[in-house]
């Protein structure tokens, strides 16, 4: 079964630019999580969709991130304009509605630098 | 507020000892509590559960952890760990019926020969 797949998996990007990290969720899942992880501050919730709603933005990422899903099998994360304080790791994880809560599936990430 | 600290941000163990990680939580009632392992380069994979009952519940790869509603731990052990157990490791928590999952900072773990 194919699991939570993220591209790219490195993006370098210039200060001020947008980019655009892909997630697919698991197949029949349902509930999509994108999380950034850094080592200072660890996993931070950046938004969470639950059958391609919107549920949770993150409060403070707002501003510059947006993410969507376009349909239960795809989502993205747009950072506009890029600064370089966001140089990390963006994880996806989905789950399946119902399921086990907090038994996330993880994609590999997408490791993001910006100079 | 729901919080997870892991006080040791790296712990280092020779192949063939025993470890254990540490959890404490804040949460009011009885959360659900994990343990997720990430290794090089991946993303985080579930080694373990406890929902409710047994207090000490089982994992993968020979890990265990036990609950403590006492001193609000969830500490994960190992009887013999392998070069390969080397990864960063994340307790984390959920409210039973909520949809977040708080992680930890987590533990770096360096298994040395």
């Known amino acids: 079964d194919a699991g939570v797949t993220q591209t790219p998996r490195h993006e370098v990007a210039e200060k001020g630019q947008t980019i655009i990290l892909k997630c697919e969720p698991v197949s029949g899942h349902n509930d999509l999580f994108w999380y950034r992880q850094t080592k200072i501050q660890g996993l931070e919730l950046l938004s969470y969709?639950?059958?391609?709603?919107?549920?949770?933005d993150g409060g403070a990422f707002k501003d510059r991130f947006k993410a969507e899903m376009l349909n239960s099998s795809f989502s993205t994360l747009k950072i506009q304009p890029t600064e370089p304080k966001d140089s990390a790791v963006y994880l996806c994880?989905?789950?399946?509605?119902?399921?086990?809560?907090?038994?996330?599936?993880f994609g590999e990430g997408s490791k993001l630098t910006v100079l | 507020a729901q919080s997870v600290t892991q006080p040791d941000a790296r712990v280092t163990v020779s192949e063939g000892a025993s470890l254990q990680l540490r959890c404490k939580y804040s949460y009011s009632g009885t959360p659900y509590l994990f343990w997720y392992v990430q290794y090089p380069r991946q993303g985080l994979q579930l080694l373990l559960k406890y929902y409710s009952g047994d207090p000490v519940v089982q994992g993968v790869n020979g890990f265990e952890a036990e609950f403590s509603k006492s001193n609000s731990s969830f500490h994960l052990r190992k009887a013999s760990v392998h070069w390969s157990d080397s990864a960063v490791y994340f307790c984390?928590?959920?409210?039973?019926?909520?949809?977040?999952?708080?992680f930890g900072s987590g533990t770096r773990l360096l298994v040395s020969p």
């Open positions: 994880a989905s789950r399946p509605t119902g399921g086990d809560t907090g038994q996330l599936y």
């Open positions: 969709f639950r059958s391609k709603s919107l549920m949770e």
């Open positions: 984390a928590l959920s409210a039973p019926g909520g949809y977040k999952v708080v």
